[in-house]
């Protein structure tokens, strides 16, 4: 008799683990959209004061004031004010609900 409730118990725990699995994963992922590709997103304005080294895409939507590049670098592409950016905001907005 201790055997099975002690089988028992386990396989429960065993269910009940890999039930909530799921759940982990589901809520430790957003779907970004177009702005996933962004190192920098902003509305209006980016100031980069250093020698900072930038991995991805910049946007800037709907600002247009982008100071500091260089003496940063930027390994990606800068969209500033353009309809790429513009999505990104959109979908970061999205995202962001």
Same mark, same amino acid.
């Given at each position: 008799?201790?055997?099975?409730?002690?089988?028992?118990?386990?396989?429960?725990?065993? $269910?009940?683990?890999?039930?909530?699995?799921?759940?982990?994963?589901?809520? @430790?992922?957003?779907?970004?959209?177009?702005?996933?590709?962004?190192?920098?997103?902003?509305? *209006?304005?980016? @100031?980069? @004061?250093?020698?900072? $080294?930038?991995? %991805?895409?910049? %946007?800037?939507?709907? %600002?247009?004031?982008?100071?500091?590049?260089?003496? %940063?670098?930027?390994?990606?592409?800068?969209?500033? *004010?353009?309809?790429?950016?513009?999505?990104?905001?959109?979908?970061?907005?999205?995202?962001?609900?």
């Amino acid at each position: 008799m201790k055997k099975i409730n002690k089988n028992l118990i386990i396989t429960l725990i065993a $269910v009940f683990t890999l039930s909530l699995t799921g759940l982990i994963i589901a809520a @430790t992922y957003v779907n970004l959209g177009t702005a996933d590709d962004f190192a920098i997103l902003a509305g *209006t304005t980016i @100031t980069n @004061t250093g020698s900072s $080294v930038i991995n %991805g895409d910049l %946007g800037l939507s709907p %600002g247009t004031s982008v100071t500091g590049f260089p003496p %940063g670098i930027i390994n990606g592409t800068e969209h500033i *004010t353009d309809t790429t950016a513009a999505q990104a905001q959109t979908d970061l907005i999205t995202a962001y609900k």
